[in-house]
Structures are given as C-alpha cells and as structure tokens.
C-alpha cells in the first residue's frame, strides 16, 4: 500500500471540504452515512480550492489523462483536467459508451455496478491518475485502475476527496499510490 504525503495545499483543501460536505444517515439504505458533495459544488470559492489542490496533485505527477469515474468523479475530473491541460477520460456505468468497451463488474458499500471503458480511451504509455470523490470498498476504484491497465495505460495515482479507512478501500486497490483530500 502506497500514500502520497499531503503538502500544504492538500491541507488548505481539507479544511475548506470539511466545512463543505455534508452527511446524509441512512442513505442510500440504512446504516450508511452517505457524504454529499453538493454543499462544495455549490461553493465556487471551496470547489476552486480543491480542484486546485487535485490540479497541483496532477501537475507532480506528470499526468498526461485525467480519467474520472461516473458521476461524482466526472464532477472533478472534468474541471481538474482543463486546468492543467490534460485529457480527460470517462469510466461510465454499464450500456452508455457507444464503442466497442472493457467492461468490469465489481461490489461497492451499498451495492453491485458494472463499470465500461472505451477499449482505444488510453493510448499505451499516457500517465494517468483516475479522479473520485469517495474511496470507501474500494471496489470502484479496484474495477476501474484493471480497465485503465488493460488498456495499457500507466496509472500513477488515485485522488479522492475522502477515504473512508474504515471501509479499508486500500486493500482492494493493491499498488496504486492514494491520495485522499480527507481522511475519515
Ligand atoms: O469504494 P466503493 O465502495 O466502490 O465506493 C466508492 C464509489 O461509490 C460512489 O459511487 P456511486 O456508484 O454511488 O455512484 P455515483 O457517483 O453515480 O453517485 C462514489 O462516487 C465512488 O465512485
Ligand atoms: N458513504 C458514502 N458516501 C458517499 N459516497 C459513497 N460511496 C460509497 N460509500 C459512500
């Protein structure tokens, strides 16, 4: 398991997603604490910090590709790839990418979901690090890092804006250096 060491402006951003998520008990279904990201979306000055933040992330990084998970992922990715120039690709739910598709089904807290990647969506050799909002199984991340791979793509990290460490999400996602906004 590999972390990479928060510097300062990983340390600004949490300050500023504490006070800008907000927890929902019981949602999806009972016992779970569902961390809502709309209170950061709806902030400019907060969700500008932290897409900066993953931008500097990025930028360390040498990333070429910004690849985003659907939907929340695809919330930053979007927006952290333009800053910094990259491309961006989508790793969608099952049955809405229109080419020819890897696919991957994988358990998540509160369910099963299929995850599908353009087979051509990464040319071989592009440094890529893949863009969520929550690592909490790590069953999500686990299916998409495999589909990024089979396609020959270097991924060079995982950003997330919180880890849910009590889920040990790290467990599933083997080598691949994490980096979590926040801890929980
Ligand atoms: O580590 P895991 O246990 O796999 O869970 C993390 C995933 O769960 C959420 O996605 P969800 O499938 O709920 O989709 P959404 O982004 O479409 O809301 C979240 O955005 C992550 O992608
Ligand atoms: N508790 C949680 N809150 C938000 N997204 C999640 N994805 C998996 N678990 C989650």
Known sequence: MTSVESGPALGAAAEVLAAHVRDVQDFPKPGVVFKDITPLLSTPAAFGVVI????????????TTIAGIEARGFL????????????????????????????????????????????????????VLLVDDVLATGGTAAAAHNLLRGCGADVVGLAVLMELSFLAGRDRTGALPVTSIMTL
């Open 52 to 63: 900066g933040a993953l931008a500097d992330l990025a930028r360390d990084l040498s990333v």
């Open 76 to 127: 930053l990715a979007a927006p952290v790839a333009d800053r910094i120039g990259a491309g961006l690709v989508p790793v969608r739910k099952a049955g809405k990418l229109p080419g020819a598709t890897r696919r991957e089904t994988y358990d998540l807290e509160y369910g099963t979901a299929t995850l599908e990647i353009h087979q051509d969506a990464v040319a071989a050799g592009e440094r």
